[in-house]
């Protein structure tokens, strides 16, 4: 009996080296690498905006997809206006608030740490977000701010990077020559996303009237935030 079962595992081995099993493929190791966008339709009282969220501001892009899927955005106002410079939201105390009243104070109780980056600038139809006075110039986590600016020589261009020590790509001194920004903020707010559809609408609620605030004397508002979620493969 025990020779017969000393032989019997002695077959099997010799069985499996004479017949090898098939080692299994690795189905995720097969599968193509896969590239997501995130971008946002934001339904205006004044037109359509599209804004595409940048992969490279993570923290920023999470945040944002986040309160766009809780509906944060939706009925507040854009509440601070300035004409060649930029159109501001996300206050929740803007929902409902009477005219008159000053707003920017309101926020989402956290705020979101800087993720600046060189290629990221402040051109004309950036998605930035607000921040108050803090000195680690952590974000707003739910007040943000489109650009719209205007254009601006190299001279000046030049001027700050002295003052801030940021540098310039030819490409992005180009950008702001054709099409504008204000570049004075860069490294100082969080640059993550653009406009990718409705830039005349981003010029049109800068244009509107103001109060001493920057307050539009008529109501601009978000009316509804949808999420629109890309995927292309990564060729290799």
């Given at each position: ?70 509906n944060f955005f939706d009925s507040l106002l854009f ?54 006075d803090n000195p680690e110039k952590a974000s707003s ?91 292309s493969k990564v060729k290799q």
């Amino acid at each position: 009996m025990k020779k017969l079962l000393y032989f019997i595992p002695v077959c099997i081995v010799l069985y499996s080296f004479a017949n090898p099993q098939p080692q299994k493929v690795s189905k995720q190791a097969s599968k193509p690498k896969v590239d997501t966008t995130y971008e946002v339709l934001m339904k205006t009282s004044m037109g359509d905006i599209t804004l595409k969220l940048y992969n490279e501001t993570p923290k920023h892009r999470d945040n944002f997809v986040a309160l766009v899927k809780k509906n944060f955005f939706d009925s507040l106002l854009f509440h601070r206006v300035i004409n060649n410079f930029m159109i501001q939201g996300g206050d929740p105390n803007s929902k409902n608030a009477q005219p008159g009243v000053m707003l920017g104070d309101g926020d989402a109780g956290y705020t979101v740490p800087a993720e600046f980056n060189p290629k990221l600038i402040h051109k004309k139809g950036a998605l930035a977000a607000a921040r108050n006075d803090n000195p680690e110039k952590a974000s707003s986590g739910c007040q943000f701010y489109i650009v719209q600016g205007k254009k601006t020589d190299s001279t000046m261009l030049r001027k700050i990077e002295q003052r801030t020590g940021w540098h310039y790509t030819q490409e992005q001194v180009n950008t702001y020559q054709t099409q504008g920004g204000t570049p004075f903020l860069d490294n100082g707010y969080t640059v993550y996303g653009e406009t990718i559809a409705g830039l005349d609408v981003v010029d049109k609620i800068a244009a509107v009237a103001g109060d001493g605030s920057n307050r539009p004397t008529e109501n601009v508002y978000i009316l509804s935030t949808k999420l629109i979620i890309k995927t292309s493969k990564v060729k290799q």
